[in-house]
């Protein structure tokens, strides 16, 4: 059997001397791998590039087969972003985590053209890193572990929700989070719905910190995973900007 779509380049490990084993983001399959000979030669080595963008062709005899990929690049996104590191951070940042969380070959069409989202704005917008965070809580959302941001979880109110209950995944407004706020996480407000608050540096930390615990208590932790060490790359460098 064998089918056609466009994916992600998520990751790319070297098979025996020339031959590699891709995981792709594609449109219609999911998280999918498979094997690409030629995958490390000089040919290939560019186009197979976490976040690059390709044209992919997979054959194999049965659906559960790890089976072959014929590939064609069509937008370099590593490249452009190979002068500015943290920029590139993210991307790879992006792809581990996704590759990690995302069951292999299931369709997940939000998590796909949200990533590519994340890649536009990893190539032209100021606030890539808000963009990063934001996948990250769509990332969660889209698995089941959704966030409710959108009242108090003590009082009901809608307004001045400065918290996150590690407990319940929800919110805590600041005066009812007075009691026991050094027990909650720090809700940046750019995540809040229908905000376009201005942030800084430690508001995006704040954020890497929310989405990253519950990204271990809900999937990495129950697993006996870490978070990816590209993740952890990201958020030491983003914290140098301090």
Same mark, same amino acid.
């Given at each position: $059997? @064998?089918?056609?779509?466009?994916? %992600?380049?998520?990751? *790319?490990?070297?098979?025996?001397?020339a031959?590699?084993?891709?995981?792709?983001?594609?449109?219609?399959?999911?998280?999918?791998a &498979? +094997?690409?000979?030629g995958? $490390?030669?000089?040919?290939?080595?560019? *186009?197979?590039?976490?976040?690059?963008? *390709?044209?992919?062709?997979?054959?194999?005899?049965?659906?559960? !087969?790890?089976?072959? %990929? $014929?590939?064609?690049?069509?937008?370099?996104?590593?490249?452009?972003?190979?002068?500015?590191?943290n920029? +590139?951070?993210?991307?790879t940042?992006?792809?581990?985590?996704?590759?990690?969380?995302?069951?292999?070959?299931?369709? !997940?069409?939000?998590?796909? @053209?949200?990533?590519?989202?994340?890649?536009?704005?990893?190539?032209?917008?100021?606030?890539?890193?808000? *963009?990063?965070?934001?996948?990250?809580?769509? +990332?969660?959302?889209? #698995?089941?572990?959704?966030?409710? #941001?959108?009242?108090?979880?003590?009082?009901?109110?809608?307004?001045?929700?400065?918290?996150?209950? /590690?407990?319940?995944?929800?919110?805590?407004?600041?005066?009812?989070?007075r /009691? %026991?706020?050094?027990?909650?996480?720090p809700?940046?407000?750019?995540? #809040?719905?229908?905000?376009r608050?201005? %942030?800084?540096?430690?508001?995006i #930390?704040?954020?890497?910190?929310?989405?990253?615990y519950? +990204?271990?208590?809900?999937?990495? &932790?129950?697993?006996?995973?870490?978070?990816?060490?590209?993740?952890?790359?990201?958020?030491?460098?983003l914290?140098?900007?301090?």
């Amino acid at each position: $059997m @064998n089918w056609s779509d466009e994916g %992600y380049v998520l990751s *790319v490990r070297r098979y025996g001397e020339a031959a590699a084993i891709v995981n792709l983001l594609t449109r219609e399959h999911g998280r999918h791998a &498979g +094997l690409v000979r030629g995958g $490390m030669g000089r040919r290939l080595r560019g *186009v197979l590039q976490p976040g690059n963008q *390709v044209a992919a062709n997979w054959r194999g005899r049965l659906a559960e !087969h790890l089976g072959t %990929y $014929m590939v064609e690049g069509k937008r370099d996104h590593a490249a452009g972003l190979l002068a500015d590191g943290n920029r +590139l951070a993210g991307l790879t940042a992006a792809a581990a985590v996704t590759e990690a969380v995302l069951p292999e070959r299931q369709p !997940h069409l939000p998590i796909h @053209n949200a990533f590519a989202s994340l890649l536009d704005a990893l190539a032209t917008s100021p606030a890539w890193a808000v *963009v990063y965070v934001r996948y990250e809580l769509g +990332l969660l959302s889209e #698995l089941g572990f959704g966030l409710d #941001l959108s009242q108090c979880s003590a009082t009901g109110v809608t307004e001045d929700l400065a918290y996150v209950s /590690p407990r319940s995944a929800r919110a805590v407004s600041r005066a009812a989070a007075r /009691p %026991y706020k050094n027990r909650l996480l720090p809700l940046p407000r750019f995540l #809040l719905p229908d905000t376009r608050a201005e %942030y800084a540096a430690q508001d995006i #930390l704040d954020g890497l910190k929310l989405t990253g615990y519950f +990204l271990e208590a809900t999937i990495f &932790g129950p697993n006996n995973h870490p978070l990816p060490a590209a993740r952890d790359r990201l958020v030491t460098r983003l914290g140098r900007t301090i």
